[in-house]
């Protein structure tokens, strides 16, 4: 591979992807398991370029769909560690539907949104995290809708790991990288960044003023949802909830295990197949 | 010899069990039969009928002849819509004698659904059903019921109206559905995803089942989006994975055809038609989908297109099309329709039962996934299996899966993904042909209408109208030598939909014009006898 400082990178100076990026290289050659066995997904966005940028296995896929090609993958393949990352427009917008249904498969899957609360590579328009009132190219009045929790919608249907970190804190990033990846089962994580071009509210600055780490998962899931909906003067970053009961589905080994000859012959010498 | 039953009634009432019931003791007799529904998109009410075929010969589509039997399960709507298409001399067995043998189901058995195995009965007693043989073919209590329909049938002088030989032998009995399910396994499928949509919805039944307990998976999808991108993140993984669909769903997953195209990752999706647009006839059939599926997808890329004909003609489809997809790395579309998907029909060809496989090569580290080759084909890897990276991309890419705008090397990559048409032409399946081969005027059909044509071109033949048939089972893409000699004959297009989408296509693709078109569009199938008249109408 290209080594990164030498590559083309497609991100405007200053963007939060770049230590997002360094953490996850950081923390995934740091992990416990070889380096082939990772597969990291995205959608379309600048955030979604991150797979072109480390040094893994990748499926960068088709905007708002990086979670149903990690279901598949994940499934296919349970041995693999699959990572899906992408930003907010991406997971929480176009992929909205599947945000929801990929967290309640079960699956051991991660799941990063590198959350800007705006569309960065259409040029600044609302996602779905963008503040109320943020006026942009086709909000001129200001953004008219409430903005999502992410979060709390992961804690709603389900999550059993949900999790917040800041692009400028990447020692916390790091942390929360690490377990996400290692827990068994879905988890969700919620990156706050920056968009040095498009968001002049939500900044470095901005979120240094009001960001504070809660340091232990919170002991009920209520506890997690509220946690997770604080936002203005105070922003919570940090590990909200981590299920340590929760039953991560079982794979199915398949792969480089073809149906057995007799099986199938045994299923088309079935005079009936009963099926309603 | 021939013997046609129709039976009706609201949805509930209990026809469909007769149908299963009944198609489940011809098969296991011997008998050739040919069984299809006609239903509502309801759970209860409406009117729904079945029709079954049997006889002494092989029979695979609807004769159109007035029927032997009818069976109203209803007060009323079966009597006012069919009655008038009763043969003479045929019977038809109304609300009071259903009510008997209701009234029977309950005193002897003390449940009203033996109504259904009671009636079996009596349709067997009908045409001459060896009692020994109806026996051993059932077991208690299913054998009494039967034995009580017999009864029925004599004391209503019904027994042996018309006798049926069983000259089948022994032999399999599938649905269109089943047989590309079965196929799908032959191939070598291991992963489903789906999203339940009729016509096309037994397919995902029969994969969730078979998988409890063969090294299978079916995952049921939150959309159709989903369900194409999860079937294609499995196939990139490393399984033969598909989908199944209808036309709207299908609608939903041209982004991810188009992101198959592009990333080249093998996929089988299957369409199964029915009436559109949009909602339209959902549980009726049509052949309307092959503009849509043949342009699917945004951009220019490679891909293959069947449409099988016949319970073989769709394992065999079914299983080579996964072989295809992996070998030239493009969708691979199986287009079939309500009227095959829900034929029950006794399989008397041979289909190919070996088990294909993908392959897994290991590359070493520094593979490039999309390295351009004379073929058009990269050297297809999963991940895990070394240190080569399996880097896919749905922006335009390097050879190494990176996004590019390098725009000579674009059109690079354009031509490397198309040119793979060449070498699928090459080996393309051919049609099938039959009937009189020196006649003037050749049928041509593709889909589910093939057996319905060679039945009515045997029918032609004997009044002496000679007509030769071609059918075609892949219907993308089109060479030349499938179509040889057929520019100097008078050709006669069939097809289920109502602007002549294949006839468009022979033209498109080969230059070919159809001199006349049979098109049927009210979302029922053709039947022999009404093919046999419009053939007739031109010809004769």
């Known amino acids: 591979m290209v080594p990164v400082s030498r590559q083309d990178i497609a991100w405007c100076p200053g963007c939060g992807d770049f230590p997002i990026r360094a953490t996850l290289e950081k923390v995934l050659k740091e992990l416990p398991l070889p380096g082939k066995d990772i597969v990291l997904t995205s959608g379309i966005g600048q955030a979604a370029k991150m797979p072109h940028y480390l040094p893994y296995s990748y499926f960068n896929g088709l905007h708002g769909r990086s979670l149903p090609l990690a279901v598949g993958i994940k499934l296919a393949r349970p041995e693999l560690t699959v990572i899906a990352v992408s930003g907010d427009g991406c997971q929480y917008g176009e992929g909205g539907n599947h945000f929801i249904h990929t967290i309640r498969r079960r699956l051991d899957i991660t799941i990063l949104a590198c959350d800007n609360k705006v569309y960065g590579l259409t040029k600044g328009q609302s996602s779905p995290t963008t503040d109320a009132g943020m006026k942009n190219a086709l909000d001129p009045q200001g953004n008219l809708n409430t903005p999502l929790d992410p979060l709390a919608v992961a804690l709603i249907v389900g999550a059993p790991f949900v999790a917040r970190t800041f692009a400028g804190d990447p020692q916390h990033m790091e942390k929360v990288f690490r377990e996400a990846i290692l827990f068994k089962g879905t988890s969700v994580v919620d990156i706050l960044q920056p968009c040095v071009s498009f968001n002049k509210v939500n900044t470095y600055p901005w979120y240094r003023e009001r960001v504070y780490r809660v340091e232990e998962p919170l002991r009920e899931r209520s506890e997690a949802i509220r946690t997770a909906q604080t936002w203005g003067e105070r922003i919570p970053i940090g590990i909200f909830w981590r299920d340590e009961q929760f039953v991560c589905r079982e794979g199915k080994e398949m792969f480089r295990k073809p149906v057995a000859e007799d099986a199938v012959a045994r299923l088309l010498n079935t005079k009936c197949i009963m099926m309603r | ?540």
């Open chain 2, 1 to 540: 010899m021939e013997f046609n039953v129709l039976i009706g009634g609201e949805a509930g009432q209990g026809m469909f069990s007769v149908e299963m019931e009944l198609s489940e003791l011809l098969s296991e007799m011997g008998y050739h039969f040919f069984a299809t529904k006609n239903y509502m998109s309801r759970i209860r009410g409406g009117h729904n009928f079945h029709m079954i075929r049997v006889a002494d010969k092989p029979v695979h589509a609807l004769s159109g002849r007035p029927w032997d039997l009818i069976v109203a399960m209803d007060d009323g709507e079966t009597e006012r819509r069919h009655r008038p298409s009763l043969g003479t001399g045929g019977v038809f067995i109304g609300a009071d004698r259903v009510g008997q043998i209701e009234a029977e189901a309950k005193g002897s058995f003390q449940d009203v659904s033996a109504t259904s195995t009671i009636l079996v009965g009596l349709i067997l007693a009908f045409i001459g059903a060896d009692p020994a043989e109806t026996k051993s073919a059932a077991d208690e209590p299913a054998r009494s019921a039967l034995a009580k329909g017999r009864d029925f049938a004599a004391r209503w002088e019904l027994a042996g109206r018309m006798v049926i030989a069983p000259k089948a032998g022994d032999h399999c009995k599938l649905d269109g559905n089943q047989a590309l399910a079965l196929g799908a396994l032959l191939g070598g499928c291991q992963f489903m995803a789906g999203y339940p949509m009729t016509p096309a919805t037994s397919i995902l039944h029969y994969f969730a089942t078979v998988a409890a307990e063969i090294p299978v998976h079916f995952e049921q999808a939150e959309d159709e989006i989903a369900a194409l991108n999860m079937a294609l993140g499995a196939s990139y993984a490393g399984l033969r994975s598909m989908v199944a669909t209808s036309g709207g769903g299908f609608a939903l997953m041209t982004e991810a055809v188009s992101l198959a195209g592009m990333t080249e990752t093998p996929i089988v999706i299957i369409d199964a038609q029915r009436p559109g647009p949009a909602t339209g006839l959902p549980t009726r059939t049509e052949q309307a989908d092959l503009n849509f599926v043949l342009h699917a997808g945004h951009g220019e890329f490679s891909r293959v297109i069947f449409a099988p004909g016949s319970i073989e003609g769709a394992i065999a489809l079914a299983r080579k099309g996964f072989d295809l997809a992996d070998r030239w790395q493009v969708p691979v579309f199986i287009l079939t329709d309500q009227y095959l998907a829900d034929s029950v029909q006794v399989m008397d060809g041979r289909v190919p039962t070996k088990m294909l496989r993908r392959e897994y090569p290991v590359f070493e580290a520094g593979y490039k996934r999309y390295a351009i080759t004379a073929d058009g084909v990269s050297p297809l890897t999963y991940p895990g299996l070394s240190e080569a990276r399996v880097e896919v991309d749905s922006d335009e890419h390097t050879e190494d899966g990176k996004i590019t705008e390098d725009l000579d090397l674009r059109v690079r990559m354009v031509e490397k993904r198309l040119r793979k048409m060449e070498g699928i032409k090459q080996e393309a399946v051919m049609p099938s042909r039959f009937g009189d081969r020196k006649a003037a005027t050749v049928l041509i059909s593709w889909g589910s209408n093939h057996l319905i044509v060679q039945e009515a071109v045997e029918a032609l033949q004997a009044e002496r109208i000679a007509v030769a048939a071609l059918h075609f089972g892949q219907v993308y893409p089109l060479a030349p030598k499938m179509a040889r000699g057929l520019s100097r004959k008078r050709l006669i297009c069939i097809e289920n939909n109502a602007t002549g989408q294949f006839a468009q296509l022979l033209r498109r693709e080969l230059g070919l014009k159809v001199n006349h078109r049979i098109l049927k569009y009210n979302g029922e199938c053709f039947t022999v006898a009404e093919l046999v008249e419009k053939v007739r109408k031109i010809v004769g």
